[in-house]
């Protein structure tokens, strides 16, 4: 089993839906997390952390659920810019610290 | 804005060529990060440095070797190419601990090993 999971999509959605995806990890010692957006043949950029009480910027809301073990990404009203391929990151600290990277999902707004 | 300086942004290389590639950031930041991430896949640490003079391996540092002399510079040296090292290279870097966010990545490095 992959430490961290994320549907792969693509998640195809008209303009001005609302799009939720999660993101399992299998490392109870997780300790942070973040998601990430990569738009195609570019760097990641870092779109939020992600805080036990859940956190909100704008239109993204993101949520952690310790006892499942997952995060989640919601968009709301969503933009034909806000097509990207999202990235779940989860660090865990111990005696050597990891970060690990989820393969992303795909996102593709339409008009 | 420099931010994170990859180079170069292509390269194709034959087997067992060795090569470096460089990264530089201007932004002071001691920790950096080397990753690789393969077509569809999620970014995997190759080897990461919390300071000059400290290295550290990541998941993935087999064939590759990096040193840390200085605070802006962090290459990542490729010994003997072998196809299975194809793929997009990025560097990062962030202010605090290991893993702590943001961390600012460069554009990438796209290396293909024939």
Redesign the interface.
Known sequence: RKE?EQD?GPFNVPEGATVAFNCTYSNSASQ?F?WYRQDCR?????LM?VYSSGNEDGRFTAQLNRASQYISLLIRDSKLSDSATY?C?V???SS?????????TRLSIRP | NAGVTQTPKFRILKIGQSMTLQCTQDMNHNYMYWYRQDPGMGLKLIYYSVGAGITDKGEVPNGYNVSRSTTEDFPLRLELAAPSQTSVYFCASSTTGVGNQPQHFGDGTRLSIL
């Open positions: 961290v792969p942070s973040f570019k760097e990641p950029k870092l952390s990235l990151v660090t865990v600290y050597a610290s990891k970060i690990i990277f989820g393969s992303g």
